[in-house]
């Protein structure tokens, strides 16, 4: 099985940076697509970013253009990273793994605890 730990969430002014990241456990991390989601109080669960085992990246349209999701397989870890911040990006954001990248969250097998993002102002 393979475990998650994200970290680097915390109290962001709106306008500023944060980059998340995702540890594994897992020795087949390199193998594993990986994703990003976010879900705040009273909404479901949305992605926010995924990277293929090859690299290839997708972004949720909001995300385009802040957010840089990309992955060291050499230290089992994937990040994410947020630029230019807004009151609304504020949610817990929670690192998913599975075989693929997934169409929903309901497609990934593996996930992190989450880690909390909140963006003043």
């Known amino acids: 099985q393979v475990q998650l730990v994200e970290s680097g969430g915390g109290l962001v002014q709106a306008g500023g940076s944060l980059t998340l990241s995702c540890a594994a456990s897992?020795?087949?991390?390199?193998?594993?697509?990986v994703a990003w989601y976010r879900q705040a109080p009273g909404k479901q669960r949305e992605l926010v970013a995924s990277i293929s085992s090859g690299g290839n990246t997708n972004y949720a349209h909001y995300a385009t253009g802040r957010f840089t999701i990309s992955r060291d397989n050499g230290k089992k870890t994937a990040f994410l990273q947020m630029n230019r911040l807004k009151p609304e990006d504020t949610a817990v954001y929670y690192c998913?793994?599975?075989?693929?990248?997934?169409?929903?969250?309901?497609?990934?097998?593996?996930w992190g605890q989450g880690t909390q993002v909140t963006v003043s102002s």
């Open positions: 998913t793994a599975g075989r693929v990248v997934a169409t929903s969250a309901l497609g990934y097998e593996y």
């Open positions: 897992a020795s087949t991390f390199s193998i594993l697509a």
